[in-house]
């Protein structure tokens, strides 16, 4: 309705008609929120949190920032936290003080409940892969493979213990990988 003059028919506002009553800011609100005074609706933390997460078979994969460490991170009201924490607290309620949060499924990524539990700090250190190692309390990795002092790799930049016939596996898969795709 090219032609049209007079002030837009929104209570308020006083810019000139451009299209059917409406000044030009208020028409595209109209068109995109079927309002001409619409706005975004703005989702809620749980629904952020549900649109930054992957459900795969196991574990419940997080597509949101990574941190250096390998563990995700959400942002609520400018705050950062941990996104297992999050997935927690969600689930189950808040994290009794002196626990942390320990991934059964040894995935830092993951953000699966029912993969996250709530432990002493000491136990999480005992389960993880390089505190039971260097102090005797496992003989072998997750995959069966006895740790020796032939088998065992010791990082020199981080002292991080691996196991070596895991690391040969991962690198056969990764140049088989690589091959494929070239």
């Given at each position: 309705?090219?032609?049209e003059?007079?002030q837009?028919?929104?209570?308020?506002c006083?810019?000139?008609?451009?299209?059917?009553?409406?000044?030009?800011?208020?028409y595209?609100?109209?068109?995109?929120?079927?309002?001409?005074?619409?706005s975004?609706k703005?989702?809620?933390?749980?629904?952020?949190?549900?649109?930054?997460?992957?459900?795969?078979?196991?574990?419940?994969?997080?597509?949101?920032?990574?941190?250096?460490t390998g563990?995700?991170?959400?942002?609520?009201?400018?705050?950062?936290y941990?996104?297992?924490?999050i997935?927690?607290?969600?689930?189950?309620?808040?994290?009794?003080?002196?626990l942390?949060i320990?991934?059964?499924?040894?995935?830092?990524?993951?953000v699966?409940?029912?993969?996250?539990?709530?432990?002493t700090?000491?136990?999480?250190?005992?389960?993880?892969?390089?505190?039971?190692?260097a102090?005797?309390?496992?003989?072998?990795?997750i995959?069966?493979?006895?740790?020796?002092?032939?088998?065992?790799?010791?990082?020199?930049?981080?002292?991080?213990?691996?196991?070596?016939?895991?690391?040969?596996?991962?690198?056969?898969k990764?140049?088989r990988?690589?091959?494929?795709a070239?």
């Amino acid at each position: 309705m090219a032609g049209e003059t007079g002030q837009c028919s929104v209570d308020g506002c006083e810019r000139v008609i451009r299209t059917r009553g409406f000044c030009n800011p208020h028409y595209k609100r109209l068109l995109r929120y079927g309002d001409p005074t619409g706005s975004p609706k703005r989702l809620t933390p749980e629904e952020r949190f549900a649109l930054k997460t992957r459900k795969t078979e196991s574990c419940w994969e997080w597509t949101g920032t990574i941190l250096k460490t390998g563990y995700g991170k959400f942002v609520i009201k400018k705050k950062q936290y941990l996104a297992h924490r999050i997935a927690y607290e969600m689930a189950y309620g808040e994290i009794p003080d002196g626990l942390v949060i320990d991934h059964l499924c040894r995935n830092r990524k993951c953000v699966n409940p029912g993969h996250l539990e709530a432990v002493t700090n000491e136990e999480n250190l005992r389960r993880g892969a390089g505190y039971a190692i260097a102090n005797g309390m496992r003989d072998s990795c997750i995959h069966g493979h006895k740790y020796t002092p032939e088998n065992i790799y010791r990082s020199p930049r981080r002292g991080e213990i691996r196991c070596r016939a895991c690391a040969q596996i991962a690198d056969r898969k990764r140049t088989r990988t690589k091959k494929v795709a070239a």
